[in-house]
């Protein structure tokens, strides 16, 4: 299947006020589809998703969504963060909304639905990630892992084009990783365009049409997962994955193991 570009860097710096460079010169293009970002703890995978939606603004450079620069001031934010929506490692529910509550509150108060549609496309999105029984429940009464599905369905009540993924499982209990990773199995083989940073190098390899390998704010190296897993061209991408133990042991029942909770 071809594959749209959706994002473009060009030439994008990233300084912090510590005078850090998470993001060196970088220009890359991202495409529609399952892109990966994986690379070393501090080489500024999350600064490169965060720049996508402008939760951090480039220091220079320019970043393009649809050939559009996100960063002009004339550029309509909102209506770009309803469309690439963001999924975090720390889940950032309301604790004191319900579930149901913190799903509908974007829908009402962005999407401006009404109450009702709002309810019923939430119930729709609980139904989605087996968390239906879930809706009255407060966080603090759900795992970890529950409450990161939680949070896919709020983004996708959304109905985004794109979901950024900021290190989905890295809060979670090893327990709970796999259920998440379930859902976002099912959201790659329904065509939802996701670019997610994770260390889950099992999932990367299974379900990314494209991975990204970022060191010290550089791209590194580009390709399938076929390339970069079994062929890496760059010494660099070579180093990081003998660092990495991964069993594919675990990933082929991932890969074959049927939707239900």
């Known amino acids: 299947m071809m594959k749209n570009k959706l994002f473009e860097l060009k030439n994008v710096t990233k300084v912090f006020k ?9 220009s890359i293009e991202i495409n529609s589809g399952v892109t990966v970002i994986i690379g070393p703890s501090g080489s500024g995978k999350s600064t490169v998703l965060r720049l996508l939606n402008l939760l951090e603004k480039p220091t220079s450079g320019q970043v393009l969504y649809n050939n559009e620069d996100i ?26 909304l319900t579930v149901l509550e913190n799903l509908n509150i974007a829908q009402i108060d962005v999407l401006k639905k009404t109450r009702i549609d709002a309810i019923n496309t ?22 970890g892992g529950q409450k990161q599905r939680i949070a896919i369905a709020r983004a996708l009540c959304m109905n985004p084009d794109v979901i950024l993924f900021d290190e989905p499982t890295s809060a979670l209990d090893p327990e709970m990783i796999k ?16 670019i997610i940073v994770t260390h889950e190098m099992n999932f990367a390899k299974s379900f990314a049409d494209e991975i990204l390998v970022i060191d010290e704010g550089r791209l590194v190296e580009r390709g399938s997962s076929n390339d970069i897993f079994n062929n890496p061209k760059n010494e660099r991408t070579k180093r990081f994955l003998d660092n990495i133990t991964y069993d594919l042991k675990w990933c082929e029942p991932l890969a074959n193991e049927d939707f239900k909770w």
């Open 71 to 96: 960063t002009s001031k004339d550029f309509n934010l909102s209506n770009h963060r309803m469309k690439v929506t963001m999924v975090f490692q720390n889940f950032n529910l309301f604790p004191h």
């Open 122 to 143: 939430s119930m729709q999105y609980l139904d989605r990630v087996g968390l239906t029984d879930k809706a009255y429940s407060y966080p603090n009464q759900l795992s």
């Open 179 to 194: 259920e998440v990773l379930l859902v976002m199995r099912e959201l790659a083989n329904d065509g939802m365009t996701m």
């Open 18 to 26: 510590n005078s850090i460079i998470a993001i060196d010169d970088l």
